[in-house]
Structures are given as structure tokens and as C-alpha cells.
């Protein structure tokens, strides 16, 4: 079975700085993707970043950027020039390569951005 | 092109009645998973619909069941409720199962059991 620990029930960070939300796995899966969803209190969940595991390098969207260490099951989550918009409840995810998109959540990290 | 949709927003029921939640996926998906998050948690996995088939199911009992019509769309029903049934219920869509493709969740269903 797998597990995703998210160990930051709330963090905060003030507009245009930058952010850094941990994530550990526990699995004994060789092939997986591991995804960072954002939920904002409109509650829609919407794909942040994915990293897959075969891949070395980190994944980057804009703004959004990963740091994957395969070794140490860790993939946290760094937010650049953080925006109001950011705001929002953000959970790491994991699913094994082939088991048809079942995701195991993490219990989450709620992000407040200040001015 | 409309994304995941569900209905209702909301529900109220008491405990022992039964609910259906549904859900009608992003278009040309084929595929839909179903969670549960309770308020402070994580979505659960529940079980997820391809070809009008149940193909995977999550540590949930049977009270919970479901069903996938020919156009894709889903249903999830809760009989017997119990109090701890309150949650979100989110509903997410995809392409054919096998190697990952993306999901992509609807807004929920808020389900208050009193």
C-alpha cells in the first residue's frame, strides 16, 4: 500500500515571495507519477505540476517547480512570486504506473498568501 | 467544452436513507473515478467506471455502489447512511485507463448526513 504524508497543516507567505510545501511517499513501486493538485475554497481540484518518476529532472510550470528525490521519497513543491491567487488547500498525490489513475492523496498543506 | 460536471451541490439527508450523486465527465472521456473527502482530509478513492464496468475499488463497503451509462456519464449511491458519510464527493474524469493520463475532478458534492 502507499501512503503520502504531507507534514504542513498550514503554511502562510506574503505576496511575491516564495514558498516551499514538503511531501514524503512511502511505496515499494519502482514506476509512478507523483502530482501536486491545488484545491481553492470554490473547491474545484485543478493539476498543479507532475513529475514522473523515471524522469531525473524536475518538472517546472512557470511559477511552479518541484524538487524530486527519488532516493528519499520526497517531492516538494516551490512556489515563486507568490500571488494572491495562490491561496488555496494544495495536496501532493501518488499513482503507481498501470493502475488506471486510482491517486493517493496526501492529507494536504493549506497555503494563505498575504499582502 | 464543458469540464466535469456534478449534481447536486448540495444534499442533506438523514441516517438510513439512501443517495445518488452524479456526474457527467469532461468531454470525450471515458473514464470515471469517484472520492470521497472528509472535511481536513484528502480525497479518498472510492471506485472508478470504464465501459460501464466497476474496474477498481477503494476500502470502501458495499453501502457505496455505483453505475456508468452509455454516454459515459456516472452515478454513486450511498445506502444505509451513517453519519460519517458527510463529506465531498468528487467526481474526475479521464481517458481510457492504462498508462496515466490526467485526471480532471468536477466541483463536488457537499452530502451532510444527520
Known amino acids: 500500500a502507499q501512503t503520502v504524508t504531507q507534514s504542513q497543516p498550514e503554511m502562510s507567505v506574503q505576496e511575491a515571495e516564495t514558498v516551499t510545501l514538503s511531501c514524503t511517499y512511502d511505496?515499494?513501486?519502482?514506476?509512478?507519477?507523483l502530482f501536486w493538485y491545488k484545491q481553492p475554497p470554490s473547491r474545484q481540484m485543478i493539476l498543479v505540476i507532475r513529475?514522473?518518476?523515471?524522469?531525473?529532472q524536475n518538472a517546472t510550470e512557470n511559477r511552479f517547480s518541484v524538487n524530486f528525490q527519488k532516493a528519499a521519497k520526497s517531492f516538494s513543491l516551490k512556489i515563486s512570486d507568490s500571488q494572491l491567487g495562490d491561496t488555496a488547500m494544495y495536496f501532493c498525490?501518488?499513482?503507481?504506473?498501470?493502475?488506471?489513475?486510482?491517486?493517493?492523496f496526501g492529507t494536504g498543506t493549506r497555503l494563505q498568501v498575504t499582502l | 467544452d464543458a469540464g466535469v460536471t456534478q449534481s447536486p451541490t448540495h444534499l442533506i439527508k438523514t441516517r438510513g436513507q439512501q443517495v445518488t450523486l452524479r456526474c457527467s465527465p469532461k468531454?470525450?472521456?471515458?473514464?470515471v473515478s469517484w472520492y470521497q473527502q472528509a472535511l481536513g482530509q484528502g480525497p479518498q478513492f472510492i471506485f472508478q467506471?470504464?465501459?460501464?464496468?466497476?474496474?477498481q475499488r477503494g476500502n470502501f463497503p458495499d453501502r457505496f455502489s455505483g453505475h456508468q451509462f452509455p454516454n459515459y456519464s456516472s452515478e454513486l449511491n450511498v445506502n444505509a447512511l451513517l453519519l460519517g458519510d458527510s463529506a465531498l464527493y468528487l467526481c474526475?474524469?479521464?481517458?481510457?485507463?492504462?498508462?496515466?493520463?490526467?485526471?480532471?475532478f468536477g466541483p463536488g458534492t457537499r452530502l451532510t448526513v444527520l
Open positions: 474526475a474524469s479521464s481517458l481510457v485507463p492504462g498508462s496515466y493520463n490526467e485526471q480532471f
Open positions: 511505496t515499494s513501486e519502482n514506476n509512478y507519477y
Open positions: 513529475q514522473e518518476a523515471y524522469k531525473q
Open positions: 498525490a501518488f499513482v503507481p504506473t498501470g493502475t488506471a489513475s486510482k491517486l493517493t
Open positions: 468531454s470525450g472521456h471515458d473514464t
Open positions: 467506471y470504464y465501459e460501464e464496468e466497476e474496474r
